[in-house]
């Protein structure tokens, strides 16, 4: 035993009159890895296809701890490894873990094996926490800490045996299953569960979450910023492009919206829409698209070819509106110049020249989480948010578009769908 004991153990020993007490540090004892199980639900890396984390979750040697997922009312269970440096050493030891939320391990027996020369290894048994994390509601632990000990004399005296840390998000209820776009994003846990922590109903998590959006800095799980445009003609289209490549369109934004609201099994049908001007005919053309503030008009130089859409732009049709580098509209001639308006996603300056536009709508409100801003109506999208209507055709190189700043020359059309 003394053997053992000289090996483990660094004693400090303090003496005084009427007290001696010893503070005992197991240096060569090491956290290995973590694994989490019990009912964790699969989450995918940010990517395209993302595939689905591996086990272990946590490992001693990792840059990034991978993170963990529950649905509220579910205990988490936890295995464990370790290895421990010593010529000799006892045939078992005990190991407890106290976790965050008070969510205690219980002790276990573990058996040493021999590895290679001095060094064993042990495990801990994966083992179901003292209790559940409270049902229907959301939580959020950044990160969650589970603080391991050992003991050699059966109990008796218990000391440190390292610290694992993880990211760990608590669903309010299960997750609606996985779609074509919909998929358990590692962001999407982190939005949705980082801004609805502590919030139990619908009406609290659908606002929690939009509450991201609103001050146009949308961030993932690293806090890197989700950019609206970033490059103007980005061609990014899906969630999974978004948060692989940090920039996307307005599809991406109302589909990672939707996301976070799905991923706390919030239930709302009906709630994507896509906007698109009516295409009626003015001097023998479809109005089809429309520009989002704010846009400058200046002298109209197209009223002779039509004097209802006066102003006109012109560009090469060969190289486009946005050429390389990508970060501005470059007209050969110009009626209406783009200026700062409406921010957007980390970008205060984005695309402003479309013919369509994706948005959600949730219990009657329109959501445009491009812009984080909500409207009561289909109609009054357009007199806040655009600086007017336009068409385009093209002749030859040029392509020629003519504006109007009358609103009322056009109008919206909605196609809703469910995400």
Known sequence: ?????????????FCSSDSIA????????NLV????????????????????????????NATLQRPVAYVSGVAPRVAASFTIDC??????????????????????TATLTPVSGTVHSFSYPATTGSHVFA?????????????WEI????????????TSNNTLYVTRSAPQTEGTNFKWYHTVFDISCRNAQGYSTDTAIIARVWSEFTDQIVLNYKDDSLFYYKIMNTTNTNLGSLLQYKDAQCYTFAQLFLATIKIQGVVRTSNYVYITPISNVVCGYNVNRFIVKNWTFGTATGAATCSTFPWKNTYNAITGSIPPPYNQYVFTTADVTDQSGIPGSCNVRPSSYFNNHQIAKIDGVYYDACYGVTFPTLVSIKTAAFSGWSFRYTSGTTTNCFFTNNMTLSDLSESISTF
């Open 1 to 13: 035993m003394q053997k053992i004991l000289r090996c483990l153990f660094i004693a400090l020993v």
């Open 22 to 29: 010893q503070d005992f540090t197991y240096s060569n004892v």
């Open 33 to 60: 890895s973590v694994t989490f199980s019990g009912g964790n639900l699969a989450i995918r890396k940010d990517s395209v296809g993302g595939i689905v984390y591996p086990t272990p979750q946590y490992n001693y």
């Open 151 to 162: 003991s050699f004399d059966g109990g008796t005296t218990w000391k440190s045996a390292g």
């Open 87 to 108: 010529p000799t050493v006892p045939v078992s030891v005990d190991v407890r873990g106290f976790g965050s939320d008070s969510i205690n391990f219980a002790p276990a």
């Open 135 to 147: 049902a229907s509601i959301v939580r959020f632990f950044k990160p969650y800490t589970i603080n």
